[in-house]
């Protein structure tokens, strides 16, 4: 995927900077290079992939996969997916949800709005780590449309 | 006002006992002016019979001396005949006048005048009859031309004629009364009948005026009863509300503890990982020239993984005993599915997941049948029970096997007591209301758990509108009773 070339980035929406450095620290550990950019808040990650105008036109050019979290200051993750899911230019970005919610009506719900990967963040680290792992083996993996 | 039935049935019976009494009254005066009527009555027929009895004396008499001129004048038998009839028929009209005067003695004496009045005249009369028979018509003439005869005659008519008016004042009289009686009935009847008339308006009054009252305090009920309903359904409402708070809060606090949980965790981690380097790096033979080199060594060797090691049990616990609650509050969100289940059947199989330990461990679980069906959660009902059974078998005595008795104690209407027996080692009376606390645990704590189970069972049980109760003694055993009701009421 880096030797693309148009690089995928991985737009991380997460409020723990603790939580986002573990998933960088072990993204890079699975042997994923891309770059990342990190956002603590809904409003700015938002911003950055519908663009200033808000329409999401400067996605349609991106190859994006965003990592969110569903816990976050100023608005829900959910929002947020509901959101990429519903643009017209962003609706094809991977959204890989990682939380610490395990209830099965929010992964359901996720789900149902087209997230395409939901994890749940273990307290046990090796669990956590190991799913980090195995999504940078997702990373490898999956196809990232193509510009159009 | 409240309506009193006492002063109804009151007020009632004065108007029906006033009613009657007047009914009473009339029915006796009836009675009592019939018999005068009729007294009166016979009266008037006696004075017609003394006006008759009278008036055919009177005639007596005079065919007699009708008779006595005819034969006087004529000298014929034929004229004699009459005037032998009269004379024989006075005695007996005599006799009937006195008996149709018997009641009435104050005319006894006028009786007795009319008597001998005719007596004399008879006597008169048969004096010229003689007289004539003898020959002596001259004579005869001579007496009746005395005019003695005459004037017996003229006294026997005016006598009878005094009768007469005494007879026909007391028939006057008579029929007056009558008159005068007839008037009272019709008026006593009248007023008795007004009287009966307006008692009995008074009851139905008494009765309508009552029956409204009652309508109202219907009403009134009525609306007081939906204003119970209404605030029934209010505090209900917010205790809903309040419970949905409180398991919504229990969540979210929950999971927001996660959160830094995971870093805990994470970075304890993260250090074990950098740990090894050092390790690797104490392990240089190099190293040990540093002068801080066994402390240092010391440090990486023990005293860190030592901290790491209690950091890392004392965040795994906490992470059970968040699961925990996010648990119990997860279980209070969880939409109820009712159904039919026979509790024997239910029962049996509860019995049949634990049949193994129960074995190994040399015991038995009776299940006392028959058992009633009820409808309930299955799920939940399988949690509370299945809780029990591992508690009892878990907390049983050391030094003899557990025996498990299931059996159903009672069957009210509408609920089902179920009791769970045990002959285990019992729960202290201090800890018989800890037990059922989230956390906490009783005994001595050789076994595994975070002291949620029954905290659990409580939840699920008063979920189902049940309740639990137990009884124990230290070194005996255990009950716990479970009320379940019979038919599952969702509340929401």
């Known amino acids: 995927m880096t030797n693309s070339g148009d690089a995928v980035r991985i737009v991380m929406i997460e409020d723990d900077a603790g939580h986002a450095r573990l998933i960088e620290r072990n993204i890079r550990r699975a042997g994923v290079n891309n770059e990342i950019i990190p956002f603590t808040t809904g409003t700015d990650a938002l911003a950055y992939v519908f663009g200033s105008d808000g329409s999401g036109e400067v996605s349609s050019k991106r190859h994006l996969l965003v990592l969110l979290d569903l816990n976050l200051p100023d608005m829900t993750g959910v929002g947020i997916l509901e959101k990429i899911k519903a643009n017209e230019h962003t609706r094809r970005i991977p959204v890989v949800v990682l939380t610490t919610t395990d209830d099965e009506r929010e992964i359901k719900r996720c789900y149902d709005l087209g997230a395409n990967v939901y994890i749940t963040k273990p307290v046990d680290y090796d669990n956590f780590s190991n799913a980090i792992r195995q999504l940078g083996l997702f990373f490898s993996v999956i196809q990232v449309p193509e510009t159009q | ?492």
């Open chain 2, 1 to 492: 006002m409240p309506p009193d039935p006492q002063r109804l049935l009151r007020t009632t019976y004065a108007f029906g006992a006033a009613g009657f009494a007047a009914l009473l009254l009339l029915m006796i005066a009836s009675f009592w002016l019939a018999q005068r009527t009729q007294s009166t009555t016979e009266n008037v027929l006696k004075a017609r019979a003394q006006r008759t009895v009278l008036v055919r004396l009177l005639s007596t008499v005079q065919d007699a001396e009708t008779g006595q001129r005819g034969y006087l004048l004529t000298g014929e038998d034929r004229y004699l005949k009459p005037y032998e009839t009269a004379i024989s028929d006075i005695e007996p009209r005599l006799r009937d006048v006195r008996a149709a005067f018997k009641e009435n003695p104050e005319e006894g004496p006028a009786i007795e005048k009319i008597d001998e009045t005719i007596d004399q005249k008879l006597a008169e009369l048969a004096k010229t009859i003689s007289a004539f028979n003898a020959g002596k018509s001259s004579e005869a003439l001579e007496i009746v031309k005395s005019d003695h005869g005459k004037d017996l005659m003229d006294q026997i008519r005016v006598l009878i004629g005094e009768a007469f008016q005494h007879v026909d004042k007391k028939l006057s009289q008579g029929v007056e009364q009558q008159r005068i009686d007839a008037a009272a009935a019709r008026q006593f009847s009248l007023l008795a009948g007004t009287f009966i008339l307006l008692t009995a308006l008074g009851a139905i009054a008494t009765i309508v005026r009552y029956t409204r009252q009652l309508v109202s305090a219907r009403n009134e009920l009525q609306e007081l009863n939906t204003g119970l309903e209404n605030r029934v359904a209010e505090r209900t409402a917010d205790l809903k509300r309040a419970n949905e708070e409180i398991q919504r809060f229990a969540y979210i606090v929950s999971h927001d503890l996660r959160a830094p949980l995971v870093n805990v965790m994470g970075y304890t981690s993260e250090l074990e990982a950098s740990l090894e380097t050092l390790q690797a790096l104490t392990n240089d033979p190099q190293f040990h020239v540093l002068a801080t080199a066994e402390a240092a060594k010391a440090a990486v060797t023990t005293d860190l993984p030592e901290s790491i090691g209690f950091i890392r049990t004392s965040t795994q616990k906490m992470d059970g005993l968040i699961k925990a609650i996010l648990k119990l509050s997860r279980e209070g969100q969880r939409v109820l599915a009712p159904e039919r289940i026979n509790l024997a059947d239910f029962f049996d199989s509860v019995a049949d997941s634990v049949q193994h330990r129960v074995s190994s461990a040399g015991g038995e679980i009776r299940i006392v049948k028959p058992l009633a069906s009820i409808e309930g959660d299955r799920l939940a009902l399988e949690q509370i029970f299945g809780n029990l059974v591992d508690n009892a078998l878990k907390y049983r005595a050391k030094d003899r096997p557990p025996v498990i008795k299931i059996s159903q104690v009672s069957n009210r209407w509408g609920a089902v007591d179920i009791e769970v027996e045990d002959n285990g080692r019992g729960i202290g009376e201090e800890d018989r209301e800890r037990v059922f606390d989230l956390f906490r645990r009783a005994g001595p704590q050789d076994q595994q758990g975070e002291g949620i189970g029954l905290a659990h069972v409580r939840t699920l049980v008063r979920r189902l509108g049940g309740e639990i109760t137990m009884s124990s003694q230290l070194g005996r055993g255990t009950t716990f009773r479970v009320t379940l009701p019979s038919k599952l009421n969702i509340r929401g």
